[in-house]
């Protein structure tokens, strides 16, 4: 594994930990299940189901048994799957409160995710090609709720930049909304990367270099966009600075 | 009686005050509105006003229409003194959250 691939993955690792940890800790402040839901998702995807992929993915590198790296593997797919799941219900309360579409979607999806899952644990670990069709199944599944976190988060960026514009919201909060998108929107691609060459790849082989490196420069970005977004430095909030921090909303 | 919209009362006062069709004084409303970033649906008396001042002039002016100023300040008015019935800002709600995330 390179430097890019072990900087790129890391820093997503440490952003999604720091970040997760910071919502749980608003969660406890503020009670609100949105902070709690999406903290929750942020330590069990980005920090524990992608240290625990990282670990797998070093191992069979290093030549350990499939037998052996599987449980790396399964406790991985194990946190991104429930993260999905998080994100999504996040997703639901924040972007879609009381629409009944909504919560059937997250359902849904919860359901497909627990078929795949299972089927990933109890399949033969033997079976190469047939492991991994089940859990690129899962994996792809999972990337549906931060699809839809990215769409939602464009959107809302769009509405509140034009707010933004004649004093109706802060130009500061419409970032922000822009940069969850980038940070969402750069998860689904850690998973459609890898998935592309998987599909005109041999699957029996781990995944290519520059695949890695794009996939891990993408969690780089994903870093970035949550540093900016949450942890803003005062170069960064000067850009905003004199604008209303709040408009009238209701 | 149910008490209305802002949206639907700055419609029915543009109609009122500039002879434009229903159709039309709702149109140029609605593009008003949506240019704010706000859904008509939705739009509370408060973001209508900020509307009113900032965007609705150029619309009424795109249509020719004479004493658009002292229309647009009796709306702003208007929307200030009377009550109005609001719906829920989705997009509002999703910004008090980001914003409080980000705290």
């Known amino acids: ?250 | 009686m149910a008490v209305e919209s802002a949206f639907d009362w700055i419609c029915r006062e543009i109609e009122r005050a500039t002879k434009l069709d229903a159709p039309v004084a709702r149109g140029t409303a609605r593009l008003a509105v949506k240019e704010a970033g706000l859904d008509p649906e939705t739009v509370s008396a408060a973001q209508l006003r900020v509307v009113v001042r900032e965007l609705l002039p150029a619309e009424l002016n795109a249509l020719r229409i004479g004493d658009v100023e002292p229309l647009c300040e009796r709306l702003f008015e208007g929307l200030a003194r009377n009550t109005f019935d609001t719906g829920t800002d989705r997009a509002g709600s999703a910004a008090d959250v980001l914003e409080r995330l980000g705290r």
């Open chain 1, 1 to 250: 594994m390179g430097l890019v691939q072990v900087v790129g993955y890391g820093a997503f690792i440490v952003a999604s930990a720091v970040l997760g940890v910071r919502l749980l800790r608003l969660w406890r402040q503020t009670g609100e299940v949105p902070e709690g839901v999406l903290g929750a998702s942020f330590l069990a995807g980005g920090a524990f189901g992608y240290a625990a992929l990282f670990a797998a993915a070093y191992q069979s590198a290093a030549g350990l048994s499939p037998a052996e790296v599987h449980p790396y593997t399964l406790a991985g797919l194990l946190g991104a799957c429930s993260a999905s799941l998080l994100i999504a219900r996040g997703s639901a309360l924040i972007f879609r409160p009381g629409q009944t579409w909504a919560t059937a979607g997250v359902l849904a999806l919860g359901a497909a995710i627990a078929v795949f899952f299972s089927a990933f644990a109890t399949w033969p670990v033997d079976d190469v090609v047939g492991r991994s069709r089940v859990l690129w199944a899962t994996f792809m599944t999972a990337s549906l709720s931060y699809t839809w976190s990215t769409v939602e988060c464009f959107q809302l960026h769009g509405l509140l930049d034009k707010r933004a514009r004649v004093g109706l919201a802060s130009p500061l909060l419409a970032d922000r909304a822009r940069l969850w998108g980038l940070a969402f929107g750069s998860v689904v691609l850690m998973y459609w990367i890898p998935f592309v060459d998987y599909l005109v790849h041999d699957p029996t082989l781990a995944a290519r270099a520059w695949v890695q490196t794009a996939s891990s420069l993408f969690g780089l970005s994903c870093a970035g966009a949550i540093w900016l977004g949450f942890f803003p430095p005062a170069f960064y909030r000067r850009r905003f600075a004199g604008a209303p921090s709040t408009g009238p909303n209701a």
